[in-house]
């Protein structure tokens, strides 16, 4: 996993946030990294504002990560922290508490934080919150795992059209 320092300013760093890191964020982080394999100008990483710190990602989304080839076993939980907030270009949040709360505590990075569905064309899904399926069944991380399937391209459009390297 690459760990981009501050001072890079030709690198888009990606952070995804949910409230505990195990479930809907992790997944997210995998699935986007997996979706820009081929760019090598992009970090991509995972946090939650009320995580506590070296969890592993939850069964299920490590069993759907699977299911594409993606591996999510050394998955590791973290909280949210200012280093993780300076480094990143562009912070999604999965839901609006999260990015309620990230505003609230970092009021200085507003204008890279956005709620994940807020770039989707998709008007069922478009400024809702990727449903949280923790405690649930399977079914209920497949769903969560469509919902991601169809907004991430989106971003990847968003932060592609937008990006201006000079940014950090």
């Known amino acids: ?37 081929a760019a090598p100008d992009y970090a991509v990483h995972s946090a939650g504002v009320g995580a506590f710190s070296g969890q592993a990602a939850s069964r299920h989304s490590a069993k759907l990560a699977k299911e594409r080839g993606l591996d999510l076993s050394k998955h590791q939980s973290r909280a949210v922290t200012i280093d993780l907030v ?39 899904l478009r400024g809702k919150d ?19 399937d169809k907004l991430l391209p989106s971003i990847h459009a968003f932060i592609e059209q937008t990006w201006k390297p000079s940014q950090s």
């Open 86 to 124: 300076d480094q990143a270009t562009h912070i999604f949040a999965l839901g609006r508490s999260h990015l309620s709360a990230l505003l609230m505590d970092y009021p200085e990075a507003e204008d890279k934080i956005y709620l994940l569905s807020e770039f989707t064309a998709d008007d069922k």
């Open 130 to 148: 990727v449903s949280d399926p923790f405690g649930g069944d399977l079914e209920e991380y497949r769903e969560m795992q469509e919902h991601l």
């Open 1 to 37: 996993m690459s760990v981009a320092r501050h001072s890079d300013h030709s690198l888009k760093n990606v952070l995804f946030v949910c409230t505990g890191n195990t479930c809907r964020s992790p997944l997210a982080e995998v699935l986007f990294r997996d979706l820009v394999k």
